[in-house]
């Protein structure tokens, strides 16, 4: 209620209103103000609440992505990779312009010659610029476009990388990148040895076959591009066997080093020698020019063997044959290539040696029929198409049988009968006279054997066997065998040798001799003359005959040819040793040997080589009969 005095009067007026109906509009926006405030509170509350959930989440998640990466980072510590964290850098418009580096491992800094705190943080381009940071912008994008990028990185000095080889990988994670180096320096340096030997000779120190036939592709591709030529000279050492066989295999290995240091010192500093092995050699000219470079090559190549060879306190003349071909004129392939100028190599063998020659089309004419008959001689020593000849020796004083020499014939189905001149040299070049002349003892023991059922007496029979036999077959081995096999006594066979084999005996095939004579073969030293034998030789040696040459035996009628088979005959009658003349075509040749003392002989005057019968074919005229 309210009252007030009224003005000018002694009245007051009060007035008194219901408390009720006063309030009633307050309490109302009381009300109003309560609820909102209530509900606003409760939303507040709420959001509130919810904000802290997910802060908490995300402090969660934010401590396990830190407390992974710290225990991958603690993993990684242990490793030998370098670990990274690259995030891409982009401008306004979305392309990228550099890389920073979020994290890496201690071995990933010292990897860049630094500490972790810094390399964090830096982006690439505080550390490369030109190439190598194109490159290393290269990897990282292309793991952001595949998801992957892994290579191996030959280091520069410009890389700044503690590490000859890297093995880099890029692996996308979101917008990152997690970047893995690894030093492969050493592994890579193994392989490098690895295959620095596959490609070295390990004799010589020169590039073997296996690098000339990796490359010689790749040669010919940069002479197809630039239109140039290439010379490829396959050299081959002329004698080089002999030298080995006579001095050991010590002095030929020196032999090869020396002509292999020779041979370099010819060529220009990007042209190449390569040993192919054995006493074969091939150098390859790239940007060969014309013919007449070639050929000033090779001719240089042959001067270095004009000097001798000081081997075993001696010095050694050898030569060599050099066959050429050339890029594209004749082949365009290495295998083409290699194989004619071996072809032309062979040419000059045949012509003489000591020589060069360049690749023509009619060499491998004449190779493919060569090939063609080692393939007629191979078939043949299988199918057994080889027939025995066998020429008589007589006693001089009263021409009764002595010995007989087994010559071989092949018994070719359509050329028939051939004679050994034209397939011996054939079968000792191509390795084929050992499986020919374990045929041939054979042979002759079986037909010693039938002869020796038939009733008559057995005189000798010789057997020659070459070089290559004695060196690469256990002769010992095949003669006992094949004794035992035919029941066959061993002074039924007697073993014929060249001088020249004589010349070139090892330690070992000269206890092979001996222990073949211990045994009762007989020895004979077949061509004597025409070699260069030494008295001290054929006293260590110990042979039990000696057959002159029949180049002798026809200047015999000569007084200087009867002075040399004097000589001889002397000699060898000094030494012990049983004389035959070989090549003896005339009577007065006889009577002449007779008076020289000369022991047996052999010849068309006594017999041509005869096929065998039921028993040994001699001829009355010059045996006893018995």
């Known amino acids: 209620m309210a009252w007030r005095k009224v003005k000018g009067t002694q009245l007051i007026a009060i007035v008194g209103l219901d408390e009720a109906e006063m309030l009633a509009h307050f309490e109302s926006e009381r009300s109003n103000a309560l609820a909102n405030a209530y509900w606003n509170s409760l939303g507040l509350a709420v959001f509130t609440l919810m904000a802290m959930g997910f802060a ?15 225990a991958y980072r603690a993993a990684t510590e242990e490793g030998v990779d370098g670990f990274y964290i690259n995030r891409p850098l ?49 990897r990282l994008q292309e793991a952001l476009e595949k998801g992957v990028h892994e290579s191996e990185v030959k280091v520069s000095e410009r890389d700044r990388l503690d590490a000859e080889w890297i093995n880099y990988k890029a692996v996308r994670s979101g917008d990152d990148l997690a970047v893995t180096i690894r030093d492969i320096s050493e592994s890579k340096a193994h392989l490098h040895e690895l295959e620095r030997r596959g490609n070295e000779d390990a004799l010589t120190g020169l590039p073997n076959r296996h690098w000339i036939q990796n490359h010689l592709p790749s040669a010919i591709a940069r002479a197809k591009e630039s239109n140039t030529t290439i010379a490829l000279l396959f050299v081959d050492i002329d004698g080089f066997k002999a030298v080995n066989d006579a001095l050991g295999h010590t002095a030929g290995d020196e032999l090869l080093k020396m002509i292999a240091s020779r041979l370099k010192r010819t060529i220009r500093p990007h042209d190449h020698v390569v040993r192919l092995g054995g006493d074969e050699y091939v150098i390859l000219v790239e940007g060969a020019g014309r013919d007449e470079d070639v050929k000033r090559v090779a001719e240089r190549a042959l001067n270095v063997f004009n000097e001798g060879f000081h081997l075993a306190s001696q010095n050694h003349t050898i030569s060599a044959s050099i066959g050429i071909s050339i890029y594209p004129r004749d082949g365009t392939d290495a295998e083409t290539l290699l194989k004619n100028a071996d072809i032309a190599m062979y040419a000059v063998k045949k012509e003489g040696k000591g020589n060069y020659r360049f690749y023509q089309h009619h060499f491998y004419e004449a190779l493919k029929i060569r090939l063609n008959r080692e393939i007629e001689l191979r078939r043949a020593i299988e199918f057994d198409e080889f027939e025995m000849y066998y020429q008589a020796r007589v006693n001089i004083k009263d021409r009764s049988a002595s010995s007989m020499e087994a010559l071989v014939r092949w018994n070719h189905p359509t050329k028939g009968i051939i004679g050994p001149i034209e397939f011996i040299p054939l079968a000792e070049s191509t390795g084929l006279i050992l499986p020919l002349g374990i045929l041939i003892i054979e042979k002759v023991c079986q037909q010693l054997s039938v002869w020796a059922r038939a009733g008559k007496s057995i005189v000798p029979v010789s057997i020659n066997v070459s070089p290559r036999q004695f060196n690469e077959s256990n002769m010992l081995d095949a003669f006992t065998s094949a004794l035992t096999r035919y029941s066959i006594e061993p002074k039924w066979i007697q073993i014929e040798i060249t001088e020249s084999m004589m010349m070139q005996e090892t330690g070992h095939d000269a206890n092979v001799l001996t222990s073949l004579r211990d045994v009762g073969i007989k020895l004979c030293l077949d061509d004597f003359g025409t070699g260069y034998s030494s008295l001290s030789q054929l006293q260590e040696l110990d042979f039990d005959v000696l057959k002159i040459d029949r180049a002798f035996t026809a200047k015999i009628e000569n007084e200087e040819g009867k002075v040399l088979v004097t000589a001889m005959i002397m000699m060898a009658h ?10 003896v075509e005339t009577e007065r040749q006889m009577r002449i040997l007779s008076e020289l003392n000369c022991d ?27």
Request: overall charge neutral.
């Open 56 to 70: 908490h989440v995300l402090l969660r998640r934010k401590s396990e992505l830190e407390s992974a990466r710290i």
């Open 90 to 138: 982009r401008d306004k418009d979305g392309r990228i312009y550099d890389y920073l580096v979020v994290d890496c491992n201690n071995r990933g800094a010292e990897i860049f010659r630094l500490k972790r705190h810094d390399l964090i943080g830096k982006t690439i381009s505080n550390f490369y610029q030109g190439a190598v940071k194109e490159a290393a912008f290269a």
């Open 574 to 583: 000094a030494l012990g040793m049983l004389v035959v003349a070989e090549g």
């Open 600 to 626: 047996e002989a052999q010849g068309y005057l006594i017999s041509k080589p005869v096929p065998a019968s039921e028993i040994q074919p001699f001829f009355s005229r010059f045996l006893n009969e018995e």
